[in-house]
Each structure stands twice: as C-alpha cells, then as structure tokens.
C-alpha cells in the first residue's frame, strides 16, 4: 500500500472519528451515532482504576529494584 493511499484512510478514519463524537450543536444535522456522553462516563470510570493498577505496577517495580541495590 503507497504512502499516500495509507494518508488517505488515516483521514478519512480521522474524520469519521470525529463526525461521530462530535456534539449535535456543531453539526447542523444529528451525528450517526450518539455516544458521546456514554463515552465520557466510561472514561471517568476507567481512569481512576487504570491509575490505581499502573501506581501498583510502578511502586512494585521500583521496590523490587530497591531490594536489589542493598544485596
């Protein structure tokens, strides 16, 4: 596949991304598909434990590595 062709899919994936996240006010007709607001509920939901599990990650990583620098 050519560079341009590859250009060309990755906007025309941009912008039907966008079209469907795109608020009803901004488009003078209704978008596709309105998930927009379940997204955003997602997102608040999904961060805080992605955040918990990566703190975790991190703090076992760095102890493990602490453990071994005293040996």
Known sequence: MGAALKFVFGLVLLLV???L???IEILSK???FDWYGPFVALAKGA???FLILLGT???WIEGEE???GKK
Do not use: E
């Open 17 to 19: 991304g966008l079209y």
């Open 21 to 23: 996240i795109a608020p």
């Open 30 to 32: 209704p978008a596709l």
């Open 47 to 49: 961060i805080p434990p």
């Open 57 to 59: 990650l991190i703090v």
């Open 66 to 68: 602490l453990k071994s």
